[in-house]
């Protein structure tokens, strides 16, 4: 076989490190293989694509050593795979099933008996390996050589879905690289590729019209390096051609500055998010860099966005074709953007409705939300939806990488997108939809954006661990930025960061993200949640716990500024809260919940803490008239805790001293903080009906159960944990 080497890769990048792969075993330098590969976005996106090695092993029952296809199973991703992620089977017997088919009268592409034959794989198990296989494993089982990759390589994939896409292929390889045109994912599919083998042995890989590359080696740092090295042939015969024209036609209208979409996103993403979730609510990723930008701000981008994308595994996320809102960005309004907006989701419905129409068969699955998940706004940039974050992000990454496809494809003459019948019977294949019936059943929160203000330690932390729990995405604000920060890591630490590498700035974030915020300040406040808007397009609800407490001297005194301070931030904080998260809600016009912290002080009278007993009591009715205010989109209710010592920053070694003193405890200088706050501890335990220290957790609970639908008919009210304290009974 003819090989071309490349000393310096500018299509793709090359990781191969003989010492790394030389300490692994043959499974494990298949992970190796698939990591590298997945590691470089313009080599397969996430989730896509696939890998395999034919290795001889031996029979678990029997000891003869047989041959066993190892290949990347169903809903793996290259970039992040183990070996956990890979699916084993007894070659021969996939050879057995192939015959089986081929003996088949009713065979055929996209027939009932090709569907059936992916349940027939579990028959070819290997070692009782429990990871489903792909749709794709036929398109590996019947290649005759021991290692294959099949990408979806940027490049490839724009000669792939040109006009002209076999004779360009044929210009770029000769006869080293085959073409079958567009054919569903299958075993027909394999089939016609083991065709191409059979005929033509010589050849090291085949172009699937409008699909992507798949390439073999008996080596498979070979096969590796054949991957490469097509990639890189196709990217510099598109490289070569991109020069002599502007891309996409040149600019249709001026690029904003960055100060000017920050704004106008921040005006526009609520709003975006609300009108996209007459459904159900989705979470957004902003991506505006400068590619991205140079598309949709292009003469070209109207036409292209309404062919729509072309790789299968594309339009399973990017749907059909995008909403390309006909703005012009001239003037910046945001008004006569949101009409653009409207008016643009009103004609997709309509369009997706109609196309759904045209080629749904009488047992295809229910229309599906016909909203759109991406949508472009020429000089701002594109804005892509998911049920979570890590959806969004891949819908976002997979969109970059249908532009990178059109901008190779149309340089090299035009390009051309699936038809539409194509493309509606791969959104809803059979197989598509059980693979959508197996995922998981959706959390509560899942599709919910919470923001927990004082998250940096105490009720706050355990509060953000809760709603993680519940797959909210969190923001974690506190004070203490640092903290805050500290915070997020450890929820995505818990729940994983999720995959996916679309979005820019801060929109590239995950399920969790921290920030610093002084709510005594208005500009920090608005700034938290402009930085919660650019993130994830919107806030659901947003839960108060942050508090100051400051230690009042012997006589229960404390300064004037000090009054000041403990209103400030326990009144006119959660006020202030209020008023800008209320900017958000009033845009999305969805459902929120607001839940601001008092305490059993705001109605328990004693001597020796004026401030902020009294204070508390203020916020607690602030909570009764937010309210009143924010009805009836917005619940507002109050949780009141007893002390809770364990983990509070407003416990700090000072005020638990003077407390015990106060009660008369006993109080060394020489007592650990630990030692202090137990003892404080349970002398408020003691005072209780239940007589057990009160927790951040038991809070939490409260807490998240105050934002979840469980209470979605309960505003205005007051709930209190702790402990049964008679003096706080309900009066």
Known sequence: MTTTRFDTYRHARYAWDDEVAGRLDPVERLVYRSNLLGADRRITNTGGGNTSSKLRMPDPVTDDVV?????????????????????SFDLARLHALRERYERSPERGPKTPAEDAMVDLYVHAVFGANPRPGSIDAPLHAFVPFRHVDHTHPDAVIAIAAAADGRRLAQEVYGDEVGWVDWQRPGVELGLQIAAACAARPDLRGVIMGQHGLICWDDD??????????????????IEARAAEAAAFGGPRVRALGDDERRR??????????????????????????????????????????????????HFLRTKIKPLYVPWHPDHADVEGLLTAVEDGLRRYRDDYRTYYGAHAPAEAPAMRDPNPTVILIPGVGMVTFGRNKSESRVTAEFFVGAVEVMRGAESLGGYIALPRQEAFDIEYWRLEEAKLRRMPPEREFERRVVVVIGAGSGIGKATALRMARERAHVVCADLDE???????????????????????????????????????????????????????????AVIVTAGLYVPSDAEG?????????????????????????????????????????TSVNAVVAKAGSFAYDSSKAAAQHLVRELAVALAPLVRVNALAPATVVDGSSMFSRERVMGSLRRYGLPVEEGDTDAALRQRLAEFYASRTLTKAPITGEQQAEAAYLLVSDRLARTTGQVLTVDGGLTEAFLR
């Open 557 to 597: 005194r404390v300064s004037d500024v000090d009054w000041a301070r403990t209103f400030d931030v326990n009144v006119r904080g959660g006020y202030l809260v209020a008023e800008e998260a209320q900017r958000i809600w009033r845009a999305q016009g969805t459902t929120a919940s607001l839940v601001l912290t």
């Open 220 to 237: 498979d740092k070979g096969c590796y390096e054949t991957t490469l090295e097509l990639i890189e042939r196709a990217g510099r015969f």
């Open 264 to 313: 106008l996103l921040v005006e526009v993403l609520p709003r975006l998010r609300g009108l996209v979730s007459s459904e159900r609510r989705f979470i957004a990723t902003v991506q505006d860099d400068e590619r991205v930008r140079a598309f949709i701000d292009s003469v070209d981008a109207p036409r292209l966005s309404e062919l729509g994308t072309s790789c299968p595994d």
């Open 67 to 87: 041959d066993v296809l190892w290949v990347k199973g169903s809903g793996g991703d290259l970039r992040t795979v183990s070996r956990e992620h890979f699916a």
């Open 482 to 540: 640092a903290a805050a920060i500290a915070t997020a890591n450890e929820l995505g630490d818990l729940v994983g960061h999720g995959i996916g590498v679309g979005g820019s700035g801060v929109s590239n974030c995950g399920p969790a993200i921290g920030f610093g915020v002084d709510v005594t300040d208005r500009a920090s406040v608005r700034a938290l949640f402009e930085q919660v808007v650019l993130a994830y397009g919107g806030c659901d």
